[in-house]
Each structure stands twice: as structure tokens, then as C-alpha cells.
């Protein structure tokens, strides 16, 4: 009979422990999480930051889901397209994919810790708010700048150009560095038209309401900018577009040829600087010039947006998640242990070289206006780009003479118009 | 067919059956990824669909602006037509000179028939590099051996009126796959022919024009088709090196789609564009298949 009743609470007691394993079990909350690998994060780093996020989180547990950069855009598409497989968070760095993401004002609202005060204002603006909802937080900063080597300068004998430099002493300094002799050339050449030069210029590829291209790509402003990119192509100091894409590095900036001392001044950005730093290269940073007699400066600047699914069926939970990444402790984190440059400056002003006369040069650079404000809100400029890209490679290939600047511009303003009208009418006004 | 199922014995029946089971996975993989893909770019053609919202029905929208109010669509295909008619037939000439040259009885001949092979064989990225340094016009190998011999080399994938024929001169150099099909088309050819011809004393030539042009006929056939349909899809060469430049010299079509539906994420706009293409190029197919009764001799006929 005792045994009888000994078996009875030792069976009430299983099913208790059991129901109340099942219970805890379920409270736990996955939240997946698709991520890439870059040299800001790693993914050890992704790792040990999740492995962090989830002893301190014990209902919620984050699955790190690592894909190729290429596969990343693919598998984001396609599953948001779907609506459904998408993962809870993600970055979302994909312009067209923002619609599918979170409207978290709500979250942050809630949230005594956290909010746009605590990001760099540019890019919260350029980066978190999209038609006017808050769609993700900036993780990460970047931006172009032009970086020179100290050593070229010193051995012609020429001064460091200053941050208040101009274009025209752009392609004075380059024309001085170039040396045929030791193949040396004096400046790189933008990498495309309108961005922060073509901005200082206050040249604009169409109007502010989009409707008109008519007076924006043929204005003085861009005539001007065109003019100054003709002068620096015929002046031999810049190397040609064959050189650049033979011997820059996948495009985003001719670094080996820097690190080289073939090229003496170079746009380039923030991972470029930390490779110069392990080259022992002697660099200095300036923001991309100003036009002529003018104040307008902009940065060629971004930042990555990491978001929340829509179709989340844990919004409080990938919330969690989303402030604790792109948050101060996990921007912090990876920071300490990768590379990336926070996008929140009390984070940032913890950098282990915050002092050195590069990293304040850069964090200026930070401050700028960017790029990103107007090209954000004008979703066409690609492709009104596009459709006027002859002017650019006339100018690049040297087709043209200088006086036929003008008249170049004059002609793409119908093709550029045709663009932007059918831009507008896809994205229904 | 129910008919002939009936009048079939059991065993006829159960042979059938286990045609059609081991037909089955292929009709599924052609349903589910051709037919089903080629029938969704259809009706897709007919919408504005930017992936994550849903589409909306345009009509023929699309088609009216490809057609009347698109340069871009324009050039593309005039750069694609004239990638085809400068490539297709050297590849189609050198194909067969080259497998010409392999079916020679010489010592060592199966080394040089792998040395031509490897290129088909290469990744098309790096293909495409490797020939960027090649041809870079001031470093590049090509240009500096031209140098030396006193002539100043072009600008290449850099230069408007020498991009088309880079990138045309790349797709040639990949001509040892083909050279490889003509080869097994010649070394069908029965060696009898070429025996009587001799003893009959017609000239190398002759016999080649005789014998061997007539009998490759249907190897020659089926290398246009495949050479016509690969020559419309080129796309690789011009997204690794030129992006469609300089000045749209290499604009070719396929670049043009992947811009729009992966770029700008314009999908109905470029599932038309993929009808279009498919048009065009299934056009073609067929006009050659309706011409190849006039030169293409098979040995049973």
C-alpha cells in the first residue's frame, strides 16, 4: 500500500517537473536572425554576441543564420515577396524592402533606453526613417573622404591640402604630384557623378519634387562640376578608367595603388584607413573638397539598416533583439571585438584611437551632410542616372572638348525626363 | 492511346508503365521549373510588380512602352544583334577550322585537344578578368607585346568602338568546346569516302568541300543553334568588365534585364523584356530549323 502510494506522488511529481519543463519550453521565444560576414563583424563576432544576447535573454533565444552576401539579397527577396520564410530581424540595406519592415516607433517609444537622440542625426535620418515611419536602426557608419600620403606630399615638397580645401585645389595639388617618370599620379577621379563633389557644387540631377530634369542636369551648378571632372581628366594627374579598374581593388577604391605610393591622394573610406594603419602607411584624412567660393560640404556617407520583419510573430521579442544589436551594447561589442564604426557617438567616442588626428578627422567627416538625404528621398535617381551615363563617359573618355560640356547636357535632358517620368508612373506618383 | 493501352498485353502494359514512372521525375522538373516559370513571366509580363508588393495588372502597358517610348530597349537589342552577327559566325569558322586542325593524325594531338578544351571550362568571372588584364590598354599584355612590334594597341573594353569586338574576341577564344562536337562530327565521317575520292584523284578541297562540308551538315546545324542561343544570352563578359559601357557600346540585353528586374526591381516590366528575348530567339531557332532542308544532309537521305 505504501509502495502504492509512494508510486502515485512520484508519478504526480514526474508529470508536474514534465508540465512544467514543457511550460518553460515553450515560454522561450526563437527569434531567427539572418546576417552576413564582413570585415566590420566576423562571424565568430555575430556569434559570441548572440551567445551573450541569449544567457542574458533566457525567454528569448536568437538563431544566427549566416548567408553569403549575394544569396542574402536573393533569399530576403524572395521570402518577402512571399511573405513568408522571411527571418524575424535582418538587416534590411535594400531600399525596395523597406515597405515589408516594422513601423517601431511604437517599441521605442516604450523604450526608456533607447532612441534616435542616442544616432548620429544624419544617419538616423538617412537610415531609420523611411516616408516618415521608423523602419529599422542605423548599425554602423561609413564614408568616403579623401586620404593622402604624407610621404608623397613631403618628398615634391607640397603642403598638405586642409579641410577647407577647394576643387580647384584638387587638381592643382594633383597636377604637381604627378610624376610620369615614377608612374605616379597625383588624385583618383570620382567614381560616378553626382555625389559629394557634384553636391558641394549644389548641382542636383533633377528637381526637389522630382518632376523636372530641365534645368537641374543642364544647370550652371552641374556644368560646373562637369567642367572641374573634364579639367582633372585632361590634366594626366588621375589615373584612366582602365587603370583604376585594373589596378583599384574590387571597386571600391584604388587602395593598392595608395598603399603603392603610385597615387598621392585617394577617396576612399574607413576600412581602407584601418589597412593603412597596418601598412604603417603616413596618411592624412580631408573631406572631399568644396566647389569654388562656396560653404556647401557633403559626405558621400552610409550606414546599414537593420529592421523587423512585418510578419513577425514576436515584434516585443525581435525588439529585443533588433536594440541589443544595433544598440549600445552590441555596437559596442562589436566594436571591441571587430571592426565596425558605431553610428552612435557616446559608443563611438569609447574607440580605442578616438585621439588620433585621423579618427577626428573622420568623426568630422561623420557630421557632414550626406549624400544619402536627397538621394533617399528621390528613389528615381538611379534610373535618371542611368539614362544620362553618356555624359559622364564622354567626359571620362576625354570625347568631348570643354566648351561641349554644356551642349552634352543640353542633349540627355530629354532621354533623363523620359527616365524620371517612367520612374514616377512605376512607383505610382 | 486509351485504345492502345487496351490492345496491349500485360507485359506491353507493365513496360509501358515503367517508361512513363521513369519519365515522371524529368515531366516534373520541366513542369515545375520551366513551364510554370516561362507561364508565370508571361502573366507577369502584363503587370507592374516591384517582388514585395503585389502586382497590379497593366495590360500591354509594357509592351507598348518597349516598343515605342524605351531607347534603352532599343539599344540593347541593336548591341545584342550586332554581337551575333560579328561572333556567330567566327566561332561558327574557327570552330571548325580548329577541329580541322585536331582531327589530324600527329603525334601528341589529344594534349592540344585538351589545351583548346580548358577555356570552355573556365568560370565566365574569371574568364573575364583574366582578359581584363590582358587587354588593359596601357599595362596589359596585349597592348605591350603590340607595342614592341611599333603599333600603337586600341583602348579595348575601354574604347566605344573596340568594346563590342573585346568582347567578342573573349567569346572566341572559348571556340575549343564547339571544335570538340565537330570533331566527333568528323571522325564519323567513313573513312571509305575519303579512300575513293583519292583513288579518284580530287584535291584536298575538294574533298573537303565534297565530302566532309556536306557530312558535318548536321553537327554544323545543331552548332548554330546552340551558338545562336548562347550568342543572345551573352551577359557575363559585359557585368564583369564594361557594365554596358563605354557609352552603351556593350549594352547588351541581357544586361539591360538583370538591371531592371534586379536593380530597379521593375519585374513585369522585365518579365517582357524575358518574353521578348524568348520571341526572338525561339524566332530564330526556327527559321534556321525551316532553312536547314536546303543544306542539311543526313547520311541515311
Redesign the interface.
Known sequence: MKLGRFSLFGLLAAVFLLTTLVVSAQDVVTIEWWTVNSEEFDEQVQRDLVEQFNAEHPDIQVNMTLLPASGFDERM??T??AGQGAPDVAFFWIN??L??ALDIEPYLEADPDLGPENYFENFWNTRAVWNDTVVGLPLGVGANFVIYNKDVFDAAGVEYPTADWTTEDYNALASQLADEETRTWGGDRPRGPYRAIWYNYGAKVYSDDSTTVDGYLNSPESVASYTWLWDLVNSGATP????L???GTEGTGPIDLFIAGRLAMATLNQGHMLNLIDEGINFGIVPEPAAPGSELRHANAWSLTASIWKGTEHPQEAYEWLSYWAGPEGQQFLMENGNLIPSMPDVLATYENADTEYAQAFFEVLELPQVAQWDNAHPCK??VM??V??AW??V??G?IERDEVQATLDSLVP?GQ?ALD?CLT?LGG | MLATWRNMNPLARREAAEGYISLLPWAIGFLVFTVMPVGASIVLGFTRWNIVEPPVWIGLDNYVRMFTADPMFWQALKVTGLFVLISLPLKLVLGLGLALLLNLKLPGMNFFRTVFYIPAVISGVAVSLMWMWLLQPDTGVVNTILYYMGIEGPGWFWDRNWALPSVALMSIWKVGGSAIIYLAGLQNIPAHLYEAAEIDGASRWRRFWRITLPLLTPTLFFQLVIELIDSFKIFTEAFVITQGGPLRSTYFYLLYFYETAFQNFNMGYASALAIVLMVIILSATVFVNYTSKRWVYYEAE
Open positions: 527577396t524572395t518577402l515577396g525596395n524592402w515597405p515589408q584612366t578608367p582602365a587603370d579598374e585594373i589596378l538611379g534610373s542611368s539614362a551615363s553618356d563617359d564622354l571620362n573618355l570625347e532621354v523620359a517612367e512605376r
